[in-house]
């Protein structure tokens, strides 16, 4: 299989950093995942969209921070020992997003992806869901990062 | 060839040699008579001819070659410098730029036609070379193409040009032998120093086999060069078999007319030589139409001005490097981490008392701010850069205005951060079409009034305090307040009563409201639907603002005051429950300390009073909506007042942390345009606060 600096470069196969909020799994391709760190203080940005957490000194840099849950329409959870922050990329933008673990990085076979339209219907959060792979049972659900980060979105 | 890796490097030295030419060209204009303006002209020309016949851009080399003969004969002074060759040569720095856009845009050079301008050039070469019995230029192209080979060489006809011109102008042309000892290991380094020799003491014409080949040992162990030189066959002689490993080194008088072989030289090359005919210009006469530009505006006259006679313009190259911006944004966020990380080692040394770390870090202190301040001086550009633009528009606006109009630049060497740079040129270059187009009057019109002709145009940098200020002057005919006052009550922006109430200056100001558009004092030439309401946001938005002062028929002046960088500046940190905000020192007017008692209301809003002036005030948090925490002290409120303009404000907060240098980071895509915010800076502590946008808050 060709290999890139350490890239699967197969269209049968997709590697994907999953991660969980409250109880289910969600996956980002492992392609515009740029680091992993741990809850850093996040600095309130006001009159930012509600999505977005704050602000956080990555290496100098000032990121903004996604929270991914209130992003997704989920419950809020209480900060743990766990929570992460994924830092992912997306053409020029780099962004964080505030998940509540990290769990591995799954390599998912291509046809173990099912489109969401079967599950999520017209639910208006179904944008931000590219797939569902299943994996030994569990569902990981791909997310839509251009959609996550909303830069050409709707506010 | 693999020229790729040099593409950025021939892209950029393009450009900088066409404003060289530019700018010369412009000197030359106001004093045709100064040969050492010619020369540098000519120099940069031969560059640029270089550069674009290495990098394989034929046409772009073709056309500086044509204009660089046409150079050469002024400065033989075979044809005299006149209006026509300077707007000849012009159009051909034109065509020049914008072949070198479309290289760098990936795109082809043929995508401009050159072969009119090349008929053009041709055309007054020749009508002006032919009583000025210069043999040399018109001959060669008639003649065969593709010389004999005299000793082995052949050469092209161009080659053969130049070096009958050299030789009309005193130099002799050499044929060098060279053989490199059998033993010799490095034999391209041996043959690269023999060339470097060469070419300080002549201008090597041609070497066989090609420099390309010697670089690449493809050749066996002797070489052929020929060059002009005003030295004789023995210095020649002697500078290269100085050279240690060269064994033979023989000189001989080169003649290019004849094929008879130097006595010396058996053809040393095992290659074939390859003579490369150039096509002969077409020298179709041009139509007169195109080679006679309307003659109407006379260039701006060589003026009572003798400071210009700076023979000391060669210019000195510097040793320099070229680094991409991005790269030093990197290293300058890097710095700033390491600052960020020295702090917290001060404060682990404080709380755990290590004096020894304490000591060290003193001394990291310094060498820290000391390499802050180098990094913040990397990025600092003159402001010649931008400034250099301009003498050819005013010269061209002047044309077409029918002016006469000097333009002096004085301070082109202030510097400042070069992301204020890139974004200054085009409010300049709009305050300065204002100046020639509505400003300076036209020559009869001065004349009634008793001026010079000419008129003066100034652009001037310099330094004040911790602001750079860069002023547009004319002598023109000032702005009428009246005018303005009545374009102001007509747009409904004023009263009558507000206007006539206005003094004189602040009438005049009224200019850079938004939504004054003034068909009558704005015209097509001096902006293209762009108000001064426009520069003013420009400037503004960097941090600096703009003003103006005139008097009728004395002329007016426009001053724009800008902050030396946009990176680092200082601020006032303050804090709000528990969220810290920095506010620019440079809109801060004082801080004070009242007790809930000072303020009072009026119609329902919050104000105080301060030395007689009834300033308005706002709650930070409240403002802000952050989050309530416990109750803060309600007796001591602190007021920060800020102004933008002449209007102030205070800001309460919490509490004053105090005034620190600050790296202004931007927030992003995501979170652009956020009102009251201009972006963020990291604290010492890694933290991360919000920069306050003070003329939004008001």
Same mark, same amino acid.
């Given at each position: 299989?060709?290999?890139?600096?350490?890239?699967?470069?197969?269209?049968?196969?997709?590697?994907?950093?999953?991660?969980?909020?409250?109880?289910?799994?969600?996956?980002?391709?492992?392609?515009?995942?740029?680091?992993?760190?741990?809850?850093?203080?996040?600095?309130?940005?006001?009159?930012?969209?509600?999505?977005?957490?704050?602000?956080?000194?990555?290496?100098? *840099?000032?990121?903004?921070?996604?929270?991914?849950?209130?992003?997704?329409?989920?419950?809020?959870?209480?900060?743990?020992?766990?929570?992460?922050?994924?830092?992912?990329?997306?053409?020029?933008?780099? $962004?964080?997003?505030?998940?509540?673990?990290?769990?591995?990085?799954?390599?998912? &076979?291509?046809?173990?992806?099912?489109?969401?339209?079967?599950?999520?219907?017209?639910?208006?959060?179904?944008?931000?869901?590219?797939?569902?792979? +299943?994996?030994?049972?569990?569902?990981?659900?791909?997310?839509?990062?251009?959609?996550?980060?909303?830069?050409?979105?709707?506010? | 060839?693999?020229?790729?890796?040099?593409?950025? !490097?021939?892209?950029?030295?393009?450009?900088?040699?066409?404003?060289?030419?530019?700018?010369?060209?412009?000197?030359?204009? &106001?004093?045709?008579?100064?040969? *050492?303006?010619?020369?540098?002209?000519?120099?940069?020309?031969?560059?640029?001819?270089?550069?674009?016949?290495?990098?394989?851009?034929?046409?772009?080399?073709?056309?500086?070659?044509?204009?660089?003969?046409?150079?050469?004969?002024?400065?033989?002074?075979?044809?005299?410098?006149?209006?026509?060759?300077?707007?000849?040569?012009? +159009?051909?720095?034109?065509?020049?730029?914008?072949?070198? =856009?479309?290289?760098?845009?990936?795109?082809?050079?043929?995508?401009?036609?050159?072969?009119?301008?090349?008929?053009?050039?041709?055309?007054?070469?020749? %009508?002006?070379? @032919?009583?000025?019995?210069?043999?040399?230029?018109?001959?060669?192209?008639?003649?065969?193409?593709?010389?004999?080979?005299? %000793?082995?060489?052949?050469?092209?006809?161009? =080659?053969?040009?130049?070096?009958?011109?050299?030789?009309?102008?005193?130099?002799?042309?050499?044929?060098?032998?060279?053989?490199?000892?059998?033993?010799?290991?490095?034999?391209?380094?041996?043959?690269?120093?023999?060339?470097?020799?060469?070419?300080?003491? *002549?201008? $090597?014409?041609?070497?066989?086999?090609?420099?390309?080949?010697?670089?690449?040992?493809?050749?066996?162990?002797?070489?052929?060069?020929?060059?002009?030189?005003?030295?004789?066959?023995?210095?020649?002689?002697?500078?290269?078999?100085?050279?240690?490993?060269?064994?033979?080194?023989?000189?001989? =008088?080169?003649?290019?007319?004849?094929?008879?072989?130097?006595?010396?030289?058996?053809?040393?090359?095992?290659?074939?030589?390859?003579?490369?005919?150039?096509?002969?210009?077409?020298?179709?006469?041009?139509?007169?139409?195109?080679? @006679?530009?309307?003659?109407?505006?006379?260039?701006?006259?060589?003026?009572?001005?003798?400071?210009?006679?700076?023979?000391?313009?060669?210019?000195?190259?510097?040793?320099?490097?070229?680094?991409?911006?991005?790269?030093?944004?990197?290293?300058?966020?890097?710095?700033?981490?390491?600052?960020?990380?020295?702090?917290?080692?001060?404060?682990?040394?404080?709380?755990?008392?290590?004096?020894?770390?304490?000591?060290?870090?003193?001394?990291?202190?310094?060498?820290?701010?000391?390499?802050?301040?180098?990094?913040?001086?990397?990025? !600092?550009?003159?402001?010649?850069? $931008?400034?250099?633009?301009?003498?050819?528009?005013?010269?061209?606006?002047?044309?077409?205005?029918?002016?006469?109009? &000097?333009?002096?630049?004085?301070?082109?060497?202030?510097?400042?951060?070069?992301?204020?740079?890139?974004?200054?040129?085009?409010?300049?270059?709009?305050?300065?079409?204002?100046?020639?187009?509505?400003?300076?009057?036209?020559?009869?019109?001065?004349?009634?009034?008793?001026?010079?002709?000419?008129?003066?145009?100034?652009?001037?940098?310099?330094?004040?305090?911790? &602001?750079?200020?860069?002023?547009?002057?004319?002598?023109?005919?000032?702005?009428?307040?009246?005018?303005?006052?009545?374009?102001?009550?007509?747009?409904?922006?004023?009263?009558?009563?507000?206007?006539?109430?206005?003094?004189?200056?602040?009438?005049?100001?009224?200019?850079?409201?938004?939504?004054?558009?003034?068909?009558?004092?704005?015209?097509?030439?001096?902006?293209?639907?762009?108000?001064?309401?426009?520069?003013?946001?420009?400037?503004?938005?960097?941090?600096?603002?703009?003003?103006?002062?005139?008097?009728?028929?004395?002329?007016?002046?426009?001053?724009?005051?800008?902050?030396?960088?946009?990176?680092?500046?200082?601020?006032?940190?303050?804090?709000?429950?528990?969220?810290?905000?920095?506010?620019?020192?440079?809109?801060?007017? *004082?801080?004070?300390?009242?007790?809930?008692?000072?303020?009072?209301?009026?119609?329902?809003?919050?104000?105080?009073?301060?030395?007689?002036?009834?300033?308005?005030?706002?709650?930070?948090?409240?403002?802000?909506?952050?989050?309530?925490?416990?109750?803060?002290?309600?007796?001591?409120?602190?007021?920060?007042?800020?102004?933008?303009?002449?209007?102030?404000?205070?800001?309460?907060?919490?509490?004053?942390?105090?005034?620190?240098?600050?790296?202004?980071?931007?927030?992003?895509?995501?979170?652009?345009?956020?009102?009251?915010?201009?972006?963020?800076?990291?604290?010492?502590?890694?933290?991360? @606060?919000?920069?306050?946008?003070?003329?939004?808050?008001?």
């Amino acid at each position: 299989m060709a290999n890139i600096d350490g890239q699967v470069v197969s269209d049968s196969e997709v590697q994907v950093v999953a991660f969980k909020l409250r109880n289910e799994e969600y996956g980002f391709s492992i392609l515009n995942v740029q680091e992993i760190k741990g809850l850093t203080d996040i600095t309130r940005v006001p009159f930012a969209p509600e999505f977005i957490k704050g602000v956080i000194n990555l290496r100098g *840099s000032v990121l903004p921070v996604i929270d991914l849950k209130r992003r997704l329409g989920l419950e809020d959870t209480p900060y743990t020992a766990n929570t992460r922050i994924v830092i992912v990329q997306l053409d020029e933008v780099s $962004v964080g997003m505030l998940v509540d673990a990290v769990t591995e990085v799954r390599t998912i &076979n291509a046809n173990d992806i099912d489109s969401t339209r079967a599950v999520t219907g017209t639910d208006a959060n179904s944008r931000f869901i590219s797939g569902i792979g +299943k994996v030994d049972g569990r569902l990981i659900i791909q997310l839509n990062i251009s959609e996550i980060i909303g830069l050409t979105g709707e506010e | 060839m693999e020229t790729n890796q040099y593409m950025e !490097m021939f892209l950029d030295e393009s450009r900088e040699h066409l404003q060289s030419l530019n700018d010369g060209l412009l000197s030359l204009e &106001n004093d045709p008579e100064d040969l *050492s303006v010619l020369n540098e002209i000519f120099r940069n020309a031969h560059t640029l001819k270089g550069m674009s016949a290495t990098m394989g851009y034929t046409k772009t080399a073709e056309l500086t070659h044509d204009m660089e003969n046409l150079l050469d004969m002024l400065r033989k002074e075979q044809l005299k410098v006149s209006p026509e060759i300077i707007d000849v040569i012009f +159009k051909c720095l034109d065509t020049l730029q914008e072949m070198v =856009e479309n290289i760098s845009n990936g795109e082809s050079e043929d995508l401009v036609d050159v072969s009119d301008l090349i008929r053009q050039i041709n055309a007054i070469a020749k %009508g002006e070379s @032919a009583e000025a019995a210069a043999p040399a230029a018109p001959e060669a192209s008639a003649a065969a193409p593709a010389g004999g080979s005299p %000793g082995g060489i052949s050469i092209t006809d161009t =080659e053969k040009t130049v070096i009958v011109e050299a030789k009309s102008s005193g130099l002799v042309p050499y044929h060098i032998h060279v053989e490199i000892s059998e033993n010799c290991i490095l034999k391209s380094a041996r043959s690269y120093m023999v060339m470097n020799a060469l070419d300080e003491i *002549s201008d $090597v014409i041609k070497s066989v086999p090609p420099a390309e080949d010697l670089e690449q040992e493809k050749f066996d162990h002797s070489f052929d060069v020929i060059i002009v030189s005003d030295a004789d066959a023995k210095a020649i002689e002697h500078a290269v078999s100085a050279i240690s490993e060269i064994t033979v080194a023989e000189v001989t =008088e080169f003649d290019p007319e004849k094929t008879e072989a130097p006595a010396a030289a058996p053809a040393p090359t095992t290659e074939p030589p390859a003579p490369t005919p150039e096509p002969p210009a077409p020298a179709a006469p041009a139509p007169a139409a195109k080679a @006679a530009p309307p003659k109407a505006a006379a260039p701006a006259k060589k003026d009572a001005k003798p400071a210009a006679k700076d023979a000391k313009k060669a210019h000195m190259g510097g040793q320099s490097v070229r680094v991409d911006i991005e790269k030093l944004d990197t290293l300058m966020n890097l710095v700033g981490e390491l600052v960020t990380n020295k702090v917290r080692l001060e404060q682990i040394g404080m709380t755990h008392r290590l004096t020894d770390l304490t000591e060290t870090l003193e001394q990291m202190d310094r060498v820290t701010t000391d390499l802050q301040s180098v990094v913040m001086k990397v990025r !600092m550009v003159p402001v010649s850069q $931008v400034f250099n633009r301009f003498p050819r528009m005013v010269r061209d606006l002047t044309k077409e205005l029918n002016k006469e109009i &000097n333009l002096t630049i004085e301070g082109e060497d202030t510097e400042l951060d070069r992301t204020v740079i890139d974004e200054i040129g085009d409010p300049l270059m709009h305050l300065l079409r204002n100046s020639l187009d509505h400003g300076v009057e036209h020559p009869d019109e001065r004349e009634a009034k008793g001026k010079p002709r000419t008129g003066e145009v100034g652009l001037i940098a310099r330094h004040e305090g911790n &602001n750079v200020v860069i002023m547009v002057t004319d002598d023109g005919a000032g702005i009428n307040a009246d005018k303005i006052r009545n374009k102001a009550v007509e747009k409904g922006m004023i009263t009558r009563e507000e206007a006539d109430a206005l003094p004189d200056a602040d009438a005049v100001r009224l200019i850079f409201l938004p939504g004054f558009s003034t068909a009558e004092v704005i015209t097509d030439v001096s902006g293209r639907g762009v108000g001064m309401d426009v520069v003013r946001s420009k400037i503004e938005s960097l941090g600096g603002n703009v003003d103006v002062e005139t008097k009728i028929d004395e002329g007016s002046v426009f001053k724009i005051k800008l902050p030396l960088t946009l990176a680092i500046i200082q601020a006032m940190l303050v804090k709000v429950q528990d969220e810290m905000y920095a506010i620019p020192l440079g809109s801060i007017d *004082s801080t004070i300390n009242i007790t809930p008692d000072d303020i009072k209301t009026v119609q329902n809003k919050e104000v105080i009073v301060l030395r007689g002036e009834i300033i308005p005030i706002a709650r930070l948090g409240e403002v802000l909506s952050v989050p309530k925490g416990e109750a803060t002290n309600e007796e001591d409120i602190f007021v920060v007042v800020v102004h933008v303009g002449d209007h102030k404000m205070g800001i309460v907060v919490d509490n004053l942390i105090g005034q620190q240098e600050i790296v202004i980071k931007t927030l992003g895509k995501l979170l652009s345009g956020l009102k009251m915010l201009a972006g963020a800076t990291v604290l010492g502590d890694g933290h991360v @606060a919000m920069i306050l946008d003070v003329s939004s808050l008001m």
